[in-house]
């Protein structure tokens, strides 16, 4: 049983090593990013909603994450653990997680901080696919990971459960450290 949070800037590789951890442990992969691209792909209304943030690079309004973040939670393979990719993504969000886990009588293992340098974020973004990975977009959401998401870090610390990683080495390594960290 394990229940993960994945925190880092975008392009980090938090993607690639929640998927790894998640089949490590065979416990679900929650990316708030991947629920928001399926969204926009298939049009539904939230998806409509929330493509307008995105592609500007800004946080979508946390009135629509919050609501996704407590089904997903309460879908019965969240029982067995999880590792959440993408959220919390601000203090308002971290601190709606605390209390809903609390109500579940849930608390995190670890949150997980993979710590990479500006230049091999950017340089890893531009070389991936996504609509949202272009200049502009990559600056603002360096921006908005900074002034949101980086306090995000400092609450887990206070709480105890951080830990950092050296995000800048192959894949591989990073996996092997994390799962070490993990089993710690
Ligand atoms: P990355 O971390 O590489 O930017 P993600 O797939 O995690 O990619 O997120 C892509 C976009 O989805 C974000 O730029 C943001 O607009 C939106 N998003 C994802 N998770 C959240 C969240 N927890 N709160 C608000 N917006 C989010």
């Given at each position: 049983?394990?229940?993960?949070?994945?925190?880092?800037?975008?392009?980090?590789?938090?993607?690639?090593?929640?998927?790894?951890?998640?089949?490590?442990?065979?416990?679900?992969?929650?990316?708030?990013?991947?629920?928001?691209?399926?969204?926009?792909?298939?049009?539904?209304?939230?998806?409509?909603?929330?493509?307008?943030?995105?592609?500007?690079?800004?946080?979508?309004?946390?009135?629509?994450?919050?609501?996704?973040?407590?089904?997903?939670?309460?879908?019965?393979?969240?029982?067995?653990?999880?590792?959440?990719?993408?959220?919390?993504?601000n203090?308002?969000?971290?601190s709606?997680?605390?209390?809903?886990?609390?109500?579940?009588?849930?608390s995190?293992?670890?949150?997980?901080?993979?710590?990479?340098?500006?230049?091999?974020?950017?340089?890893?973004m531009?070389?991936?696919?996504?609509?949202?990975?272009?200049?502009?977009?990559?600056?603002?959401?360096?921006?908005?990971?900074?002034?949101?998401?980086?306090?995000?870090?400092?609450?887990?610390?206070?709480?105890?459960?951080?830990?950092?990683?050296?995000?800048?080495?192959?894949?591989?390594?990073?996996?092997?450290?994390?799962?070490?960290?993990?089993?710690?």
């Open positions: 049983m394990k229940r993960l949070i994945f925190l880092g800037p975008p392009g980090a590789g938090k993607g690639t090593q929640a998927k790894a951890l998640s089949s490590t442990y065979q416990i679900p992969h929650i990316s708030t990013g991947e629920i928001l691209r399926r969204a926009t792909t298939a049009q539904t209304l939230l998806g409509q909603k929330a493509k307008v943030y995105m592609d500007k690079g800004e946080l979508v309004p946390d009135e629509l994450i919050l609501d996704l973040i407590k089904e997903r939670l309460a879908q019965p393979d969240s029982k067995k653990g999880w590792v959440l990719d993408g959220f919390p993504r203090l308002a969000q971290a709606f997680l605390e209390q809903l886990l609390a109500n579940l009588n849930q995190p293992d670890f949150a997980l901080n993979l710590i990479v340098p500006d230049e091999v974020v950017i340089t890893r531009l070389e991936r696919d996504r609509e949202d990975d272009n200049e502009d977009t990559i600056r603002r959401r360096l921006q908005v990971y900074r002034d949101d998401t980086a306090p995000v870090i400092s609450f887990y610390q206070e709480r105890g459960i951080l830990k950092s990683i050296d995000g800048n080495q192959s894949m591989e390594a990073v996996t092997s450290s994390l799962q070490t960290l993990v089993e710690s």
